[in-house]
């Protein structure tokens, strides 16, 4: 495996992965958890990840490609796999 394979390796893995690792990042930082509980407050839980879900397609303009139902984010129940 050459380096280009091996690098468009981790991206697809990462991207595929990427609703998911955003929720981890959130978790990390206490700043972005804090605004990100006063938001679940606001909207709830389910319609504020879903827009979270919904603007990460959007923005990297990734399809969908089935579900994982067991995230590694405590902040999540499940979410799409991308590409």
Do not use: Q
């Not at 504020?48 to 067991?70: C, F, T, V």
């Amino acid at each position: 495996m050459g380096a280009n394979d091996y690098a468009e390796k981790v991206v697809n893995d990462f991207i595929h992965e990427i609703t998911d690792n955003l929720f981890l990042s959130i978790e990390r930082d206490d700043e972005k958890m804090r605004d990100y509980m006063t938001n679940v407050n606001r909207f709830g839980l389910d319609t504020l990840n879903m827009a979270i879900g919904k603007k990460i397609k959007e923005r990297l303009n990734l399809e969908n490609e089935g579900e994982n139902p067991n995230p590694k984010s405590r902040l999540i129940k499940a979410y799409a796999f991308h590409r």
